[in-house]
């Protein structure tokens, strides 16, 4: 079965500072690899995903993902973060049939 | 605009009673959708994929019995929590995938529904 691993569970960073979430899978096949971000109490919403092709993906609002098979790594940076970033951020894997694995979650606290 | 349509986003009920919880796909006809489950702080967990018109398929250690889902059309599926405890409090979740084959698919996700026991 396939797992995904986000290393931390808080980050907290000061405003306008970069930022890297960690995540790593584990998985013997290809994968399909996704990040959401979840504000309170409200459902996710897709970042960005890596399918195939260029392993570096970006998302519309300055985050970016690298798909690193060697290190089975993809990992979330943004060079410069802002209060509104302030969310909680989950890697997820999917499997046949759609079904998602997510990971523990990890939840961004950015401070003025 | 929303995707996915869940209802009720909050719900509080007495310990013993039912509740249904409504997810619609509002842009595209759904074969399957997914229900999760999130704990405080904590990830979200799969509980069971529901498949229209045929019976759901729960994860392991998820009570089929507990967890009703019924799948009726192709717009919507609902999750009824029946006879429900302190402990099923919990925010919920479903997704609908919309796409054909795994490479094609991207999951959207309803608002969730806290769900409160007393």
């Known amino acids: 079965a396939q797992s995904v691993t986000q290393l931390d569970s808080q980050v907290p960073v000061f405003e306008e500072a970069p930022v890297e979430l960690r995540c790593n899978y584990s998985?013997?096949?290809?994968?399909?690899l996704f990040w959401y971000v979840q504000y309170p109490n409200q459902g996710l919403q897709l970042l960005l995903k890596?399918?195939?092709?260029?392993?570096l993906v970006e998302s519309i609002n300055g985050f970016e993902a690298e798909f690193n098979k060697s290190q089975t790594s993809f990992h979330l940076r943004k060079p410069s973060v802002h209060i509104s970033d302030t969310a909680e951020y989950f890697c997820?894997?999917?499997?046949?049939?759609?079904?998602?694995?997510f990971g523990q979650g990890t939840e961004l606290s950015v401070k003025p | 605009g929303a995707v996915v349509s869940q209802h009720p986003s909050r719900v509080i009920c007495k310990s013993g009673t039912s509740v249904k919880i409504e997810c619609r796909s509002l842009?595209?006809?759904?074969?399957?959708m997914f229900w999760y489950r999130q704990f405080p702080k904590q990830s979200l967990m799969l509980m069971a994929t529901?498949?229209?018109?045929?019976?759901?398929?729960?994860e392991q250690g998820v009570e089929k019995d507990k967890f009703l889902i019924n799948h009726a059309s192709l717009t919507l599926s609902t999750l009824t929590v029946t006879s429900a405890h302190p402990e099923d409090s919990s925010f919920y979740i479903c997704?609908?995938?919309?796409?054909?084959?795994?490479?094609?698919?991207?999951?959207?996700f309803g608002q969730g529904t806290r769900l409160t026991v007393v």
């Open positions: 842009d595209f006809q759904a074969t399957t």
């Open positions: 890596y399918l195939s092709g260029s392993t």
């Open positions: 997820a894997v999917s499997e046949e049939g759609g079904k998602l694995i």
């Open positions: 997704s609908v995938n919309r796409g054909l084959g795994r490479q094609n698919t991207e999951a959207f």
């Open positions: 529901s498949n229209e018109g045929s019976k759901a398929t729960y």
């Open positions: 998985s013997s096949v290809s994968v399909y």
